[in-house]
């Protein structure tokens, strides 16, 4: 008897208690170099950037096509691709890459991907639909010069319960029409020791 009294009595407990937990957010300044995982996060991201960034915007190589194009090239952004082993959004790179190069005002860019897409469809669309005046002439883009791809990939070493993570991102710069590279470069300062108490990594 005691016992079937004792679980509804340990149940309610257990329910109170559940309910009295809270959840404390605090604040921190965005350049606070926050690790709880081990994996990439938002530092890795600052440090990779402001390395690939300075080095494409310092590339005598650049500052040639520059010069000789005697405008601004206009760069156009490709894939940043994910080759590590953990989820990876390359999008936040390439876009932290295309702000700053183009708040440089050493370059311009021109929409790909989605954006481009959706450009295209309007225009189409006011062939049809909006005034004379006012449409959007068609085959009429700013044709890029310049082609900005990347990667990022991982090594991982273990043995029992640590791990070392380093990360390897990469970006190249390429001329669309001859398909020369003008600018590439890697950083791998991103190199992380993990230690876990159980075998799991």
């Not at 449409?135 to 010069?145: P, Q, R, S, V, Y």
Request: proline share 1%; hydrophobic share 40%; with cysteine.
């Amino acid at each position: 008897m005691k016992r079937i009294v004792f679980l509804p009595v340990a149940m309610l407990i257990f329910v109170i208690f559940s309910g009295c937990a809270t959840t404390k957010v605090s604040r921190v300044d965005s350049d606070t170099q926050i690790d709880l995982s081990g994996y990439w996060n938002d530092t890795d991201v600052r440090i990779v950037c402001d390395s690939l960034i300075k080095a494409c915007l310092d590339s005598p190589r650049v500052t040639q096509a520059i010069a000789q194009k005697g405008r601004l090239p206009v760069i156009l952004i490709g894939s940043f691709r994910n080759d590590s082993d953990e989820h990876i959004d390359t999008s936040i790179i390439s876009k932290t890459m295309e702000i700053v190069i183009f708040n440089s005002g050493k370059a311009d860019f021109v929409a790909g991907g989605d954006t481009r897409n959706e450009l295209r469809a309007e225009r189409q669309d006011q062939q049809g639909n909006a005034s004379e005046a006012t449409a959007k002439t068609l085959a009429n883009e700013t044709g890029a010069d310049f082609l900005l791809t990347g990667s990022v990939k991982t090594i991982v070493d273990r043995a029992g319960g640590t791990s070392t993570r380093t990360y390897f991102v990469s970006a190249e710069l390429s001329n669309i029409e001859t398909n020369a590279r003008l600018w590439m470069d890697q950083n791998s300062e991103i190199k992380k020791v993990i230690r876990r108490s159980s075998s799991k990594l």
